[in-house]
């Protein structure tokens, strides 16, 4: 679940192959400056709310939990959470760098042609009026859900070990996040942007519970 591209309005204009003239990208900013930047941004408002949890929360639980898992030399097994991290942003930024040259906005994922068909002949996308636009935007939404459902899991799981009341706090704050990103989506494509926003927001902190958490198991383990 990573930022890739700004959601644009349904009345774009478009070439006479249904592809829109104008990518959803800022002009002039590479791509993987764009992902990265943003996955930074989010990555250290997380990190830095969850360094906060930990110094104000409640330390000597936290503390325990941590000291239960650098006993048993699993402070590696939270390091390996940076390659999940860092395999999700060279894949988004290779998409993101497709999406862009291609021009072609959420949310299409595929573009389809008819085989054998003219030259002339429009590409297929999804229709994006009426209530089969509405069916097709909430079926995105959905599988934007199941896409990184896996991942979301797997850092939850881990950061609630140490920091389990802040990190229910944060998944049914997200839950809430993805159910308003799902109604705003199936409305129109913008209408994803708020919901989307927190849920980046959310997990970033539930990734900054693991990074902290990694780091303290580290310094007592090394």
């Known amino acids: 679940c990573l930022p890739s591209s700004a959601s ?3 009345d774009i204009a478009r070439d006479k192959l249904g592809i829109p003239l104008k990518s959803g990208f800022p002009d002039g900013t590479p791509v993987f400056v764009f992902v ?7 990555l250290c408002i997380g990190t830095g709310v969850s360094y906060a949890i930990y110094t104000r929360g409640d330390r000597f639980h936290y503390d325990s939990k941590i000291q239960i898992l650098a006993s048993l030399g699993l402070g590696w097994m939270y390091c390996g959470l940076v390659a999940f991290k860092v395999c999700s942003m060279g894949i988004s930024i290779v998409a993101a ?8 906005h959420p949310p299409d994922q595929h573009i389809y042609k008819v085989f054998g068909g ?11 009026e009426g209530a089969i636009g509405r069916f097709n935007r909430a079926q995105r939404a959905h599988f934007n859900h199941l896409e990184s459902l896996p991942y979301v899991i797997l850092v939850w799981f881990f950061a609630s070990f140490v920091f389990p009341f802040p990190a229910f706090v944060v998944i049914c704050i997200f839950a809430l996040a993805r159910i308003h990103f799902t109604v705003g989506y199936a409305n129109a494509p913008q209408g994803r942007d708020a919901g989307q926003q927190i ?24």
Do not use: H, W
């Open 8 to 10: 644009m309005p349904q």
């Open 36 to 42: 990265c930047v943003i996955n930074c941004v989010f």
């Open 97 to 104: 760098g497709a999406r862009k040259l291609s021009k072609v």
């Open 118 to 128: 003219p030259d002339t002949q429009g590409y297929v996308t999804l229709v994006q």
């Open 199 to 222: 849920c980046y927001l959310c997990i970033s902190v539930i990734e900054g519970m693991c990074m902290v958490a990694g780091v303290m198991i580290m310094m007592r383990q090394l």
